[in-house]
């Protein structure tokens, strides 16, 4: 495997665009006589001089003050010209210096990538390191997100199944040979040190994203592009802002592990799970804050294991759960807060497994079932409180389904 991908150069953000000697002092000589000017007739207006006191003689006094003058004004020319000089000085001080250390990490990051594309495992590994660490250090946004762009290149790359469910392969009516259980098992070694490299990445995205923006090592504000993944490890972004940037799990596949959102805040940015299939893993919003993102599970399938949004604030965002299907999981709203932006089920289908809003309150229009089709799930809404959600009780019908409970006074029979 391969990964020849070189970082985006920033050099045009870092290019110097300084004016030349002379124009530079002729522009900072005029702002100086303008300042001055304007301090001195400034004072002269706050300290209300009439006029100035003409005299036809020039005493040694006067002589000696204008001797001062000429002198002090020689001087502060020189300062100024010190001063530009220093400042030019400088600014190439810093391009030189921040060329050097984009030279110095496209050499690493060369070398990082060669290692993540080795066909050993363990120099892989370190090739996800490296990489990390040069996110880290990375000298601007750019480099950091051309680092992270790798490591979430590998994980969409495909990669062969787990050879333990996989049949030995043996002639018929015989025995396996010692060389054929070998090379079996060196597969299976092979999967799971390849897999490893996976979780690694996994767990590294999480524990950077994890770190406040603005502060080192911080992901936050960065894209993550994980379509199409397959996520079979655990992955915690509990207590994680997503303010900026773009995260895509787009059809993506939650297949084991625990994938934690708990404590999140969706303030900004997007949020993408659209296509995502659920099947087997823990996905946990708990106390979760939706408060100005836009977070889309459109067409995702729950078919198993558990996602719970408890305690989470649905206040200001758009939450799309259009046309997804609830097949098999255990979905848990319990004690939601849903008090303003859109939470939508519009045309989901719950066929199956168990979606519960036990606790959860509800506020305006804020979450509609318009279209949504319930003909298996056992879906809770008892215990609720505030207005039934917009489109649920056309949705549910009449009579309604044994598998649906609802609040007494959201019945047909108590409208």
Known sequence: ???????????????????????????????????????????????????????AKLDSQTLFD?????????????????LVVAYRRQRVDEAGAHREATRLHTERFTAAVEQLGSESPAVRLGGVHALAGLADDAPDKGLRQTCIDVLCAYLRLPFSPDPAHLPDPLPDGTSPSEERRNAHQDKKDQYRALREVRHTILRLIGEHYRIPQGTHRSWQGCNLDLTGVTIDSAMDFTGATFSSGAVNFANATFSSGNVRFSGATFSGGNVRFSGATFSGSYMLFDDATFSGSDVRFVATKFSSGQ???????FSDSNVDLFAATFSGSDVRFTGAMFSGGSVRFIATTFSGGSVRFDRATFSGDSVHFDGAEFSGSDVHLTGTTGPAPTGLLEAVGDPVPPEVRLRPDWLPSAQ
């Open 66 to 82: 204008l001797v001062k003058l000429s002198f002090g004004v020689v001087a502060g020319a020189g300062a100024l010209v010190a």
């Open 307 to 313: 996602v719970r949004f408890s305690r989470a604030t």
């Open 1 to 55: 495997m391969t990964l020849n991908r070189r970082p985006r150069s920033t050099s045009g953000d870092r290019e110097l665009r300084l004016w030349k000697v002379g124009r530079a002092l002729t522009i900072t000589f005029a702002a100086a006589v303008l300042v001055s000017s304007s301090v001195f007739y400034g004072l002269v207006y706050l300290l209300d001089f009439q006029e100035i006191d003409k005299t």
